[in-house]
């Protein structure tokens, strides 16, 4: 029961990175059609989903294809390098999106 559970977990991670993937193609025709896309949030909704997935799935996948320990020590570390990644961007966006709405004036 404890394999289905981690297969599951790797299988969220294959479809966030697959929602990414999704994300960036739309946002490429939406961009083809001429349209403005959203900026700000772009870089947002493409790359979060597909760093936490990539994240999740080198969490659980060397321990489930019973890897040597130091394949498993790399690839806790990369999973540590990819959660400092999430966090800055996170930190970038919630900047942009409080810059952008806070008050200029104009002296």
């Given amino acids: 029961m404890l394999r289905f559970m981690d297969w ?3 299988a969220m991670g294959c479809a966030l990175v697959l929602m ?3 994300s960036r193609r ?3 025709t939406k961009v083809r059609k001429r349209e403005s896309p959203d900026q700000g949030m ?3 909704r493409v790359w979060l989903p597909l760093l ?3 994240g999740v799935i080198s969490a659980r996948m060397p ?3 019973l890897a040597p320990h130091l394949v498993v020590m ?3 570390t990369l999973n540590a390098v990819l959660g400092v990644a999430v966090l800055i961007l996170v930190l970038r966006t919630g900047y942009r999106v409080s810059w952008a ?3 200029r004036t104009l002296d």
Wanted: glycine share 8%.
């Fill in 8 to 10: 599951s977990v790797v």
């Fill in 20 to 22: 990414s993937l999704g």
């Fill in 26 to 28: 739309w946002e490429r």
């Fill in 42 to 44: 772009r870089s947002f």
């Fill in 52 to 54: 936490i997935g990539l």
């Fill in 63 to 65: 321990s489930l294809l």
């Fill in 74 to 76: 790399i690839m806790d």
């Fill in 101 to 103: 709405r806070s008050p």
